[in-house]
């Protein structure tokens, strides 16, 4: 019997330690199983399979320019090498409408007008901006650049002026005569000595006359332009009438500023 049961003593305490053992093993895989457990609930899920975007996406189109000031700011911005022999306008300008993202044509005037007649165009040009280009190619072709509508347009020079405009300008500071009052005699004068006070005169100014104002702008601004139909001028001692080109009027105003100077 004590044989027997230090045997089992021997058994049970080798079955305690082994499974003593075996407990760090069992702990540790649990912690394994739960960090992984723990993982797998943060990985997101597979992102859904889609078609493959198309590899030049469109740009959104920029807003139509406004007016001519607007369409050349933008055309500044950038530059191009061109390489033109023997191109149409229509073909430079549908160049321009495609690089600059602008509606660029030749206007119907000009169409009207015959735009196969115009010259051809031979231009080689490097780091140039579409604002020179498109310059170049209007002073080429004998054209005026506008914007209609949204729209840059190569166009006649007629068609580019417009319709007349009636304005109205002040002229009574020009015509207005000036007076030369003589100042005090300061100087001192013998009793024997008889002397004639200076008399009030007129001094002498080429713009006295409203007719010779008419002359002077007639020769100095809108050159070919004053036998036009719609197109007159007239004046008074009070004010000038002119119906002309709204690029005609701005030569006018800035005349009248250069006479108001010098009278």
């Known amino acids: 019997m004590r044989r027997f049961g230090t045997t089992w003593i021997a058994l049970i305490t080798l079955a305690a330690a082994t499974a003593l053992a075996d407990e760090p093993k069992k702990d540790a895989a649990k912690d394994a199983a739960r ?89 080689k040009l490097t780091k140039v901006t579409l604002r020179q280009l498109a310059e170049i190619l209007a002073k080429t072709t004998e054209t005026r650049l506008v914007v209609r509508d949204g729209i840059l347009q190569f166009t006649t020079v007629a068609d580019a002026r417009g319709k007349p405009i009636l304005r109205i300008y002040p002229l009574a500071d020009l015509t207005m005569p000036i007076r030369n009052f003589p100042g005090p005699d300061i100087n001192l004068h013998l009793a024997s000595v008889e002397f004639e006070d200076e008399k009030e005169s007129d001094v002498e100014s080429a713009f006295d006359d409203p007719e010779e104002i008419v002359e002077t702008i007639r020769k100095m601004t809108g050159e070919g332009t004053w036998d036009d139909d719609d197109v007159s001028i007239s004046a008074d001692q009070r004010k000038l009438v002119v119906r002309q080109y709204a690029e005609v009027h701005r030569e006018i105003a800035r005349l009248l500023l250069l006479l108001r100077a010098v009278k």
């Open 35 to 123: 960090d992984a457990a723990k993982v797998a609930g943060r990985t997101p899920p597979a992102a859904p399979v889609r078609p493959a975007a198309k590899e030049t996406a469109e740009r959104p189109q920029p807003p139509a320019p406004e007016n001519l000031a607007q369409a050349m700011t933008r055309l500044a911005r950038i530059r191009v090498d061109v390489d033109f022999r023997e191109t149409s306008l229509s073909d430079a300008a549908k160049f321009l409408a495609q690089v600059a993202r602008m509606n660029v044509i030749l206007s119907p005037a000009l169409q009207a007008k015959g735009a196969d007649a115009l010259p051809r165009i031979e231009l």
